[in-house]
């Protein structure tokens, strides 16, 4: 199995794996935390994406809860202290790619013979 | 504001701001594949696939730039909040056309052999240690994993359920995303030299992206706001410093931020980051005891850090006195949504 088809294996994997913990949160988990959630089923469907996506988060937060282990506090700190460290480092990641990119760029050959790098395959004998 | 949860909370703010945003996708598209083709060099024959494959890639570029805009727009300047209110479905959006994208990409480069065509796209290109060449694809995958994880917790349960502050660093996802767009577009479609316009285009665009981001981080680093020292009662300003009806916002020892609030003489102290996405409340403007959040328009009363009924928003309120013209605050915070009276200031402590 090459490397693409195992990433694309485990991919397949997390998805199973969220699926069935979607389940478990939307049929059981989401009412015991969260008590806006409770005799709202209509916007649950739009939940389940982000469940396939994050579920290791989901599992996290859910435990938390269930086990009263919330810090309310933390709730009222944002990061925004992060904020500059993101901007600085996107810009250097910008400015990166930019340079790379308009250093290396070619006007495309339209004027050279196409030339055959392997045989024809199978259909085209 | 939260009652019971519900797919969308439409009103007619959001219509028209969807509505814009829509007609604005359309007439892009319309320009690119129709009326300006040569433009963007596509005065060669290219098909249909590649072509609509620009056409949506370019969209999602331009949308996820504007997007990028808006944030640090709004925190530099007010006058740009309005375009911050409905951000989210722009963000949706800006996700269901990448996708369009992508799917003209794989269907078309990918497809047409015995490969497996998502296998192709990660195994096709391996040169990973060339500039020239390199599998630029890559970046665009990883880009739209990030948009796809942003838009699918854009639902306002996920930021009641993983907190906001979580939330937040999840959602910081989006300036390596972009910052791999950018790569995915310099060492992909830019290498066409005889490309100009895209060019211009993307280094506008993402150049403002990068200016603004930094500014704002930048200008919230000097900030307005005053840094309290001390582990016992900080003073925060002085009584007449808060204009009547606004905030002074304080950095608390503990690293919190409080907004101390003066309305009809009377003041109350809260947290300065709002229940919903931790917004300045502090630049918020206080009308019948209520201030409101300048990022989505989430009330509080400031008496006690409640949403109105039937909301159910609570925020931490603070402990509050005057030692002369100073204004003292505890730092340790009340739990969210516990009373606090108000403290009256003397007239000749505001003359």
């Known amino acids: 199995m090459s490397g693409a088809e195992t990433i694309l294996l485990l991919v397949r994997w997390w998805l199973i794996i969220g699926a069935m913990i979607s389940v478990a949160f939307l049929f059981i988990g989401i009412d015991r935390i969260d008590e806006d959630a409770r005799g709202a089923y209509i916007f649950r469907p739009l939940l389940v994406p982000a469940i396939l996506l994050i579920w290791p988060l989901v599992l996290w937060r859910w435990y938390v809860l269930e086990a009263g282990r919330e810090i309310w506090s933390k709730h009222y700190r944002p ?20 340079f790379l990119g308009l250093s290396n760029r070619q006007t495309w050959p339209a004027d050279i013979a196409p030339e055959r790098l392997s045989a024809p395959g199978e259909a085209n004998e | 504001m939260s009652v019971k949860y519900v797919p969308v909370q439409w009103n007619r703010n959001k219509w028209i701001y969807d509505a814009v945003m829509l007609a604005g996708v359309a007439l892009f598209l319309w320009i690119f594949v129709e009326l300006a083709p040569g433009l963007l060099s596509h005065e060669r024959p290219i098909n249909a696939p590649i072509h609509n494959g620009r056409a949506f890639g370019a969209c999602a570029f331009v949308m996820l730039t504007v997007i990028l805009c808006i944030g640090p727009l709004a925190r530099l300047d007010q006058r740009f909040l309005p375009l911050l209110y ?72 996920w930021m009641k359920f993983l907190t906001p502050p979580v939330w937040k660093r999840l959602h910081y996802l989006i300036y390596p995303a972009y910052a791999a767009v950018v790569a995915h577009v310099a060492l992909g479609v830019l290498l066409d030299a005889q490309n100009v316009t895209f060019l211009w285009i993307v280094l506008i665009g ?46 608390l020892p503990g690293g919190d931020r409080v907004a101390v609030f003066r309305q009809d003489g009377l003041l109350s102290a809260i947290s300065n980051a709002c229940a919903h996405q931790n917004g300045p409340l502090g630049e918020g403007k206080v009308i019948d005891c209520l201030v409101t959040c300048p990022w989505h328009g989430f009330q509080y009363d400031v ?21 002369g013209s100073s204004v003292m605050v505890n730092p340790v915070a009340n739990p969210p949504g516990t009373p606090v009276d108000p403290v009256p200031v003397p007239q000749e402590v505001l003359a």
């Open chain 2, 303 to 323: 008496r006690n850090g409640r949403s109105p009924a039937p909301f159910t928003e609570k925020i931490p309120t603070y402990d509050i006195r005057l030692h």
């Open chain 2, 206 to 251: 993402s150049l403002a992206v990068a200016t603004l981001h930094l500014l704002a981080a930048f200008s919230e680093t000097r900030g307005s706001d005053t840094r309290a020292e001390g582990t016992d009662w900080v003073r925060i300003c002085d009584a007449h410093d808060i204009t009547e009806g606004f905030a002074k916002i304080a950095r």
């Open chain 1, 79 to 98: 990061p925004r202290a992060s904020h500059l460290v993101a901007a600085i480092l996107m810009a250097a990641g910008i400015g990166t790619a930019l």
């Open chain 2, 86 to 157: 409905n951000r989210r479905h722009f963000g949706v959006m800006t996700v269901f056309v990448a996708i369009t994208h992508a799917s003209f990409i794989i269907d078309w480069y990918f497809n047409f052999s015995p490969t497996n065509k998502y296998v192709a796209v990660l195994s096709a290109n391996t040169d990973f240690g060339q500039a020239l060449g390199f599998p630029f694809e890559i970046f665009g995958v990883f880009a739209l994993i990030v948009l796809m994880i942003l838009s699918a917790t854009s639902h306002d349960f």
